[in-house]
């Protein structure tokens, strides 16, 4: 898809002696340069056209309702609730979900809409990664017909916004081997005690999916809490972030919190549900981190064209142009990877070592094009005006969350050797 940036121009290079320049009387036209297109392969032209509009009017509202307002956010720590309105009218939620007044469509096309949004600013899809990707998605995957029904509608036109708490301040990475989050059942209610750190939308969201260790069975169970009406439920953000600052993370803590039978998710019975719902987001993520890196080459190459050095657009530099030859590699090789792994996803045979493969290897391409778009800005490329600093910064959270690179290659390792290298 091309993109609807105004095309670039560069000031003519200023000839180096007198004997080049042009006679008075012929008029130098400026020279049209390609505008910036990161879907050097046309993989866009994947989507049938249904598709493609819906990815287009994504990439309209991102570019004329986000791009001028995220840098002023980013920088603040804040959430742009501004924007929610908005966001509810583009009937986005729930894509790829079929049912319960979801958004539908493939999984292609839930893919291309994270990265566009990505595109513009991964903040804006991990918001949308964590309430639709993670919370909608635990309860899609391993709730009952009821939970969904009850649940889905809502969360699907952002009326409720939801949140995934896994991680806990002593276990990140070891999630699999052990939460120490527990969860004792009473009758017919489940008491929930523990903490949960990093979780996405936490401070402000109406439904927490929480996953805590049954202490009768020692299995992961997983529990839908009204967080803003649950007592003995807090949360406090995470402040001084450096990455996805636009995300508001929290800090929860649970105290005897009270929750009813009927909001354990009734399809998890260990942590394989909670691995189900992370396959899902990962394939997600690495749409994602494959957007952020377009996003940050994008602006990269918009400077090239116009910043001038000894007289020339430094896009005119062999060195430069060896950086822009590496990115948009980088970016073509993630693309066709994840358009891959979105057939295989279609065709039901995506497996955790496929998503964990792409999570990884786009996540990682991903932070190589981000530095070198922030290397190619020069000492503009640390200031957040210029975009490329923050597609640089956001990109490190990218490459941490649902999964750090070393445990997706763990992941990948067991399934190509046969053997678990986990602990
Ligand atoms: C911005 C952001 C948003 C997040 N959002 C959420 C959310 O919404 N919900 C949620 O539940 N969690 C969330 N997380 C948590 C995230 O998933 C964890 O940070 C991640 O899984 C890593 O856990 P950890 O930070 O505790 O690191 P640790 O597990 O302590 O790992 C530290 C380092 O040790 C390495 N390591 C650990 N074990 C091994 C091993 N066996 N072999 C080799 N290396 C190993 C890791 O790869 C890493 O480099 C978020 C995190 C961030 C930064």
């Known amino acids: 898809m091309t993109t609807t940036t105004a095309t670039a121009t560069a000031q003519a290079a200023t000839p180096a002696t007198p004997a080049a320049r042009p006679a008075k009387t012929e008029v130098r036209q400026p020279k049209a340069l390609p505008a910036p297109n990161s879907d050097f392969y046309e993989v866009y032209e994947t989507l049938n056209s249904e598709e493609l509009a819906t990815v ?35 009937g986005i939620g729930g894509l790829g979900m079929k049912g319960y007044g979801c958004a539908g469509g493939s999984v292609a096309l839930l893919g291309f809409v994270q990265m566009e949004i990505a595109r513009t600013d991964p903040s804006f899809s991990t918001f949308m990664g964590v309430h639709v990707g993670l919370a909608m998605g635990s309860i899609y995957i391993d709730g009952s017909e009821e939970q969904k029904q009850k649940w889905l509608p809502p969360m699907a036109r952002f009326e409720k916004i939801g949140c995934f708490g896994l991680t806990e301040p002593l276990v990140g990475s070891g999630a699999s081997g052990g939460l120490l989050t527990t969860a004792k059942r009473e009758g017919d209610t489940w008491v929930l005690n523990g903490e949960k750190r990093w979780i996405g939308n936490a401070p402000w969201c109406d439904v927490s999916i929480i996953w805590a260790r049954d202490l009768a069975d020692n299995q992961v169970k997983g529990f839908i809490v009204e967080n803003k009406t649950t007592p003995g439920f807090s949360v406090e953000k995470i402040e001084n972030k450096i990455a996805l600052k636009v995300v508001q993370n929290g800090h929860i ?17 260990s942590f394989r549900d909670t691995a189900k719902v992370l396959k899902m987001t990962r394939y ?49 090789a993630s693309q066709c990877l994840i358009t891959r792994q979105a057939q295989l996803h279609a065709e ?52 941490s969350y649902e999964g750090t690179y070393q445990m997706q290659n763990l992941i990948i390792g067991k399934a190509v050797t046969g053997f678990g290298a986990f602990v």
């Open 348 to 399: 039901g045979k995506l497996t955790d070592a496929h998503a964990a493969l792409a999570k990884a290897f786009c996540t990682a391409k991903c932070r190589e094009t981000v530095a070198w778009a922030r290397e190619l800005l020069g000492g503009n490329g640390i200031v957040a005006d210029y975009k490329a600093a923050r597609f640089f910064a956001d990109c490190e959270a990218l490459y």
């Open 284 to 332: 997600a993520v690495a749409w994602m981190a494959t957007g952020c890196a377009m996003g940050a080459y994008e602006a990269a190459l918009k400077y090239a064209q116009e910043r001038m050095q000894f007289g020339k657009p430094i896009g005119s530099f062999q060195l430069v142009q060896d950086l822009l030859a590496k990115m948009i590699a980088n970016i073509t």
């Open 253 to 269: 803590t649970m105290k005897d919190v009270r929750v009813p039978e009927a909001n354990r998710l009734q399809g998890g019975d």
């Open 56 to 90: 287009k009017q994504v990439r309209a509202f991102m570019e004329a309702k986000v791009a001028p307002v995220i840098t002023k956010y980013w920088v603040d720590d804040a959430f742009p609730f501004e924007l929610l309105p908005a966001v509810k009218e583009l």
